[in-house]
């Protein structure tokens, strides 16, 4: 059953687990993630950047999201992931998307809050959820890079204003973590995010989990985290699937039967990762 952000994530805070979402690329990725979801029973969110929508096609993408009300009977959310043309949320919204990402993280404090305003005047009236985030991580996500040095943590006392005045549903913290894999062994300031849940009362959001041990993503769901981004994880899975496949069978040619290692990996993935969130039977 399709939820709102807003519900599906409320119940995580409450209930001290968090929600996994996923990046999703094409049928096969959705599929995979639904169908693991539903067999552990979790909660999910599956998320899509400005890329995947353009690469997916607009209407391909709602209309699956559309099939998934006839065959999953678990919380499933689609999510915009990282938007930042406040113009392309609104249509998105217009056909049917219900919770989303603008991330103007990389304009001044005041910017931010006035184009976060912006998107959630638009999207209280549709009932639309919206996450934005303070602070910027380091690493590439869709066509974003920001290098490390320019990576920003989040504030906890410009959190608690930052809430109060644009009035979002979850917040995405800087707190050490990065898009993509890590190059060194990561080191997230769990002190500082345990600040900001002490100043901000909505759920708070975790980017940048491919690649973080377990324990370390546990200790920021035990301090407020209630939504764990996975992307690249995901990716790679699928790409040494598809890759083992083709590799070992150079004759094949039906995506039919090509995918299922690519499948068999990301399920691996996707299992654990709810595990790791402490979701499973939840759904």
């Known amino acids: 059953m399709i939820t709102s952000r807003s519900t599906i994530l409320l119940e995580a805070q409450s209930k001290g687990y968090a929600v996994p979402a996923f990046n999703i690329h094409n049928l096969e990725t959705m599929k995979t993630v639904l169908e693991t979801a539903q067999e552990l029973r979790s909660p999910v969110m ?5 890329s995947t929508v353009s690469y997916m096609g607009e209407e391909f993408l709602i209309s699956m999201m559309e099939a998934t ?34 991330d103007a993280s990389h304009h001044d404090f005041e910017e931010n809050i006035r184009i976060v ?3 959630v005047n638009y999207a209280s009236s549709f009932g639309v959820a919206v996450e934005a985030e303070l602070g910027r991580l380091s690493g590439v996500e869709d066509d974003l890079e920001v290098d490390e040095k320019d990576q920003i943590y989040t504030n906890p006392a410009q959190a608690k204003e930052f809430v109060s005045r644009t009035g979002i549903d979850s917040l995405a913290v800087a707190i050490g973590t990065a898009h993509g894999l890590y190059k060194g062994e990561p080191k997230l300031d769990i002190e500082r995010l345990s600040a900001i849940q002490r100043e901000v009362d909505i759920p708070l959001v975790l980017h940048g989990a491919s690649g973080l041990p377990d324990e370390l993503v546990q ?4 301090s407020g985290i209630c939504k764990v981004n996975i992307a ?37 993935v996707v299992a654990d990762k709810i595990k790791m969130c402490g979701s499973m039977n939840r759904g």
């Open 46 to 50: 599956i998320a899509a950047t400005p």
């Open 69 to 102: 009300k006839k065959r999953y009977d678990i919380p499933i959310c689609f999510h915009l992931d990282h938007h930042e043309k406040v113009i392309d949320i609104k249509a998105l919204i217009d056909s049917g998307i219900h919770s989303v990402m603008i």
């Open 117 to 119: 305003r912006e998107v």
């Open 219 to 222: 200790k920021t769901i035990k």
């Open 232 to 268: 690249t994880e995901l990716k790679i899975a699928f790409a040494n699937g598809l890759r083992g496949y083709l590799k070992e069978h150079p004759d094949a040619n039906d995506p039919r039967y090509y995918f299922k290692d690519a499948v068999r990996e990301m399920k691996i």
